[in-house]
């Protein structure tokens, strides 16, 4: 079981910037993934991208292609996520997990954080 703490949302104008991270303290298999997730009020959980601790392996959803950006450091055992030019229907509660392997599909993800939320004001 690897506890997951993410940080970094919070009120942004369209077109503004955040940065979500994802701290994992207690993990210790580099050859692992973290993948970022969101859930809209009365959408289903959707994948936005996904990186393995080495930084070899990395992925995004459609939606997050040129905008977002993510890092994994695997000494700070912690995983960034970037993302720019914010749209409203960026607003969700954003969520980071583990999984073995890079992959979109959210049942492949064990380990889960309690979320944070981030709201993208027009």
């Known amino acids: 079981q690897v506890n997951l703490v993410e940080s970094g949302g919070g009120l942004v104008q369209a077109g503004g910037s955040l940065r979500l991270s994802c701290e994992a303290p207690?993990?210790?298999?580099?050859?692992?993934?973290v993948g970022w997730f969101r859930q809209a009020p009365g959408k289903e959980r959707e994948f936005v991208a996904a990186?393995?601790?080495?930084?070899?392996?990395?992925d995004y959803a459609d939606s997050m292609l040129g905008r977002a950006t993510i890092s994994a450091d695997n000494a700070k055992k912690t995983v960034t996520l970037e993302i720019n030019n914010l749209k409203p229907e960026d607003t969700a509660i954003y969520y980071c997990?583990?999984?073995?392997?890079?992959?979109?599909?959210?049942?492949?993800?064990?380990?889960w954080g309690q979320g944070t939320q981030v709201t993208v004001s027009s």
């Open positions: 207690e993990h210790t298999d580099s050859t692992h993934a």
């Open positions: 990186i393995n601790w080495r930084g070899v392996f990395w």
């Open positions: 997990a583990t999984a073995t392997y890079v992959t979109e599909n959210r049942d492949e993800y064990d380990n």
